[in-house]
């Protein structure tokens, strides 16, 4: 039994960490810096004692890319035009929406041992300018396409364990990130003169094409009479090439800080910081991929039951420095629902 000091070790304590293991990943892939969710927002996966069983969670997010960034800035659709990149003009993109919709399933096989599997249903929309145009109209030649997709992305299969200490509040997180989502979708091209059908850039598809392995390591504690905090580390880093394409590797840093005064609801905040690596390879965008990203990130949980709870999160960029250009969200927006069978 935990004394008084640690009262906060407990179930509701180490939900901190549990999508820590998993939701850190965007849904995208890794190397497009600002394409992904980087919220952990799973409160309820770990458990102390004989805590275990089953959990259900079905997570939305929305995140539209609609500003066109370089470097630590942004940048004006004209001026992207007239970069050249090692002799290559630049591609303008217009913007990428994405709604994310996941399916989480965890499983805690006793309080040292847990597994939690994750996949993604991703419904983009994206257009482009190409590489011809002058930020406003196309220029035959270039490439420009509008695309929509709507399919599964990778699976993503985790296990943790946090026997170390006896208050279950240090684990390791280590697990793959499946190929299960397509990276051969193509969408038609909007270029008088090359028209039919073209490949969705690698970074845009459903899937990368490869499997990554996936490490990580949390820690959580009390602060004070009732405030929790939560510290976690994670990378993923492709094992293989697809295609004359690999994602850039990427690590989260994120921290985690709510009150637990009220027991109607539980307000929280989150830091989140996100640096990933240029893509490589033939059939990659080299120059505009990766970066990093700061978000602070404020939510709420409300328990509905004992066995249901919601929760919603929105997510603010404090710091946004990019690789070549790419578009960027001015926000990102979660809402979820969770069941504990």
Sequence with gaps: MATPSRRRIRPAILPFAALSVIALFPHAAL???????????????????????????????????????????????GAASRISNNGDPQEVEKYTRNNYLTLGLDYSINPDWGINLQLPYIMRSHSTLGTASDGVTPGDGGGQYDSRTSSIGDLKLIGRYQGFMPEHNFGVMFGLKLPTGSHTDTAMSSD???????????????????????????????LGQNWDYFVQGIVQKALNSSDQYRPG?????????????????????QLN?????????????????????????????????????????????????????????????????????
């Design 31 to 77: 190397a497009c810096a600002s394409c992904g969710c980087t919220l952990s927002s799973d409160w309820d996966n770990l458990g102390i004692g004989n805590a275990s069983g089953f959990k259900l969670d079905i997570r939305y997010d929305y995140l539209n890319q609609n500003q066109l960034r370089s470097g630590s800035g942004t940048i004006s659709p």
């Design 192 to 222: 008088p003169s090359a028209p039919g059908p073209v490949p969705i850039d690698r970074g845009l598809q459903p899937g990368t094409g490869t499997t990554d392995a996936i490490l990580g390591v949390y820690y959580m504690d009390t």
């Design 249 to 269: 590797d990427g690590a989260n840093l994120n921290l985690g800080l709510r009150y637990m005064g009220n027991a109607a609801f539980t307000p929280q905040i």
């Design 273 to 341: 910081v996100r640096r990933v690596l240029h893509d490589t390879g033939a059939d990659a965008d080299t120059v505009s991929t990766g970066g990093t990203l700061v978000y602070l990130s404020p939510g709420i949980s409300v328990p509905v039951s004992q066995q249901v709870s919601l929760y919603g999160f929105v997510q603010l960029p404090i710091y946004q420095k990019v690789n070549g250009v790419q578009l960027a969200p001015r926000y990102t927006a979660t809402l979820g629902l969770r069941y504990s069978f």
